[in-house]
């Protein structure tokens, strides 16, 4: 079984050095165009993110048609699909093209001040609230001509693009990486409680009994700190009366606003809550212990100039909120 799944592997790469060669001779913008239609499923939003006419890139898919000899894309009702040959190619074709913008890339200097470039980075639920904020007002300041494209962070890293390297970098709790990832940690986050300001029977702390007889008010974002939440509470063999669920971490304030419910939640998404006259923030009841923030990203971005200063910039930007 391995020795076929090495040929087939071997096989691929013969075919896409053959399918690069061909559009070098031809077009190697091709490339950048046969990815984004990949990503985004839509001609016209793939046209968008490339800068390009509709009718530029479907006059650029007709000519990635003719070169493969497959349709690649089947037009459904709500966009497009890939061919199984598309889908096999994807993978390789990314790997390449990053490749070649990691050779490219690598030789320049890079300048945040004055560069213009897009990241695609994906941030897991908790990241995007409470850090992706400061991130973006940094990048602002010392780099206007950056952008951040963020894409959803879910179970499976490799619909995240990382794992092919269409992704700059995945930035939570990260389990189970593959080898050709880099994972750095950023920082130990902790968990504290959330209730309304005026509430009945909770005043300026809140006790074990209290905790366990409110109802609360439950994040369930993709990823895993759910199930590092619901790990905490169940080392300390604290009981939690859900009431309602939700999938993100913008909902609760307002859930927790209107009723007597109590959500446990990461320490710096309290700490932007303070300033919401109100909800008052409280100590857990017991010590529910941290959780890990990191930050992963593909091998072959580790030297390039502008991935390295992006990374840091991240790591700045988070420890001066941790502290």
Known sequence: ????????????????????????????????????????????????????????????????????????????????????????????????????????????????????RLFTIAPNGYVEFALVPAIVAKLAEVAPGIKLRLTPYGNDLTETGVVSGTTAMVIGRISDPPDNLVVQPLMEESLACVVRAGHPEVGDALSRAQFERLRHVNVMPPGRIRAGVFQALAQQQLRRDVAISVTNFFAVAEMVAVTDYCATLPRLICRRLTHDSRLKVLAAPVDLGTFPVEIAWHLRYRNDPAHRWLRGLVAEVIRQLGT
């Not at 001779?25 to 984004?36: E, G, H, M, V």
């Not at 009702?77 to 990691?102: C, F, N, S, W």
Request: charged share 20%; hydrophobic share 55%.
């Open 1 to 116: 079984m391995a020795h076929a799944l090495t040929y087939k592997k071997f096989i691929c790469w013969i075919l896409v050095i053959l399918i690069a060669l061909c559009l070098v001779r031809y077009d190697l913008n091709l490339l950048p165009i046969f990815i984004a239609l990949m990503e985004e499923r839509s001609v016209t939003r793939a046209a968008e993110r490339l800068g390009m006419t509709q009718p530029a890139l479907s006059n650029a898919l007709a000519r990635l048609r003719i070169l493969l000899q497959d349709p690649l894309f089947i037009r459904e009702r709500y966009g497009i699909q890939p061919t199984p040959i598309a889908l096999e190619l994807a993978p390789a074709i990314a790997d390449a093209l990053a490749r070649l913008d990691d050779a490219v890339l690598g030789q320049q200097d890079f300048d945040p001040a004055t560069a213009k």
